[in-house]
């Protein structure tokens, strides 16, 4: 009992007006502009999952489908209505960043600086604005960086059971919260914190983040470990070693940097929470070995921002004086000028700029997400126009072959009256029906060349191009009517799958 006395005793009440006003800001400014721009290949692709409800998908775990469709019963059709989940999400770990630095003994300052510093992280504005897994993901790790602080901080070690469940939902949820299983357990046994493995706490709590996991498991021996085979061919997708450093200073923030430094810095300075510092560089080491995305490790920022938070109101305290304004002044100016940065970058985390302006900018060259929400419409329309020129007689044995799931989930979206469509893109394969013979078939995306080993007749109907001229990934890919089949559909299927 003393114990726990001793728990509770330094933890400092949290802000609640403060963090309420820093949630209200997220809601509203992302919601505001929740469906500027249009859908996202992605979002088309979940909600075709939504449809096709499973045990698991190639590329993901089944939670953010099975989200989607409880969400769609009530928003049906609705893009602000999916996004909502979203930024929910992300609104949840602003609340949670600050409970973390509460933990750490953070007082109500640094518990809203943290906050704050989550609320204008390039990530988390950027991630929150798609319905994605990558919300969720961070919700995920936010609620696991939480209750690992409060272990070593001393919190009944029964504790490693709720720690367990949260990532038998993460991995449910996205595959990469793995990375920071690892880098806990090499934060504990790299330090003194290692003596909480001597219980038998954090080994039943791992059983149980596996038992949730067996569901998507038994999927993945019925569909020969696609998930793993999808993972070995991304696997150093990115844009070299060197970027994924200069990437991880984007998404953690220029503006946000010292924290975040000084935050890795105060947790090993701190014998209790040294396992936690640790945990954040072997996470980072993790996935840049692996090399994955530089994305993966992004949702650990919170346990930094959390820590540098207290850093930083320690530092402004005793900081020289400015004119009449002290360490305190200080402190504003450097909250201030982070706000300002935030607000600079804003257009490339939002999509606050009108569509037009933003295809003639040319800020979704670096921002790809929103090239991806461009032109679908466009694309059905240019579509639909091919189907209808054909010759009655066609209309009665035709399909239409996307080539990626963007393309086909644009099709189930916006199509009307139109053929079956189908594609081989990842889990998309695995939804066309079992006999499929039809005698023409309207082809996006695909090189002749390779057509011509399935079909003997090839005429090119149209170039995909949307109405805002902008070259996105669609942009310019031939759309093609393919008559005279060398092989049955059906059959040529397993040799179309692709898993990239």
Known sequence: MKALESYTATVTRAPWAVLGLLVAVKVGVTMAVADRYGWHRDEFYYLASSRHLALGYVDYPPITPLLARLDQSIFPGSLPGLRLLTVLAGAAVIVIAALIARELGGGRAAQALAGLAVLISPMFVGANILFQTVSFDQLMWAAACLIF???LR????????????????????????????????????????????????????????????????IWQVGHGWDSVAYTLNHR???????FYWVQQLLLAGPQLLPIVVMGVVWLWR?????????????????????GGKAYYPAPIYPLAYAAGSIWFVEAIRFSPSPARGGGSGWGRLAVAFAVVVTLVLLPIGLP???AQAMADSGIWKARKDFADMYGWPDLVQQVTTVYARLPAAERNSVMILAGNYGEA?????????????????????YWAPAQMAPSTVIVLGYPQDYLATFFGNIELAGTIANSYGLHNEEYGQPIWICRDPLVRLDQAWPTLKSLD
């Not at 150093?236 to 060197?242: H, K, L, M």
């Not at 989930?409 to 394969?429: C, E, N, Q």
């Open 149 to 151: 602080v409060r272990l």
């Open 154 to 217: 001393g919190a009944d070690p029964r504790e490693w059971l709720w720690l367990g469940l949260v990532f038998g939902i993460g991995l449910e949820t996205k595959y990469t919260i793995l990375g920071l299983g690892i880098a806990i357990f090499v934060g504990l046994i790299a330090t003194p914190a290692r003596r909480q493995l001597r219980s038998r706490w954090p080994w039943i709590g791992f059983g149980l983040a596996l038992l949730l996991l067996t569901p998507n498991l």
């Open 236 to 242: 150093g997708s990115t844009d070299g070693p060197v």
């Open 270 to 290: 701190r014998e209790r929470f040294r396992a936690a510092a640790v945990t954040i560089v072997a996470v980072e080491l993790f996935f840049f070995a692996a």
């Open 352 to 354: 606050i700029l009108p």
């Open 409 to 429: 989930g644009a099709l189930d979206f916006y199509g009307r009256g139109l053929p079956p469509v189908v594609s081989a893109h990842l889990t998309y394969y």
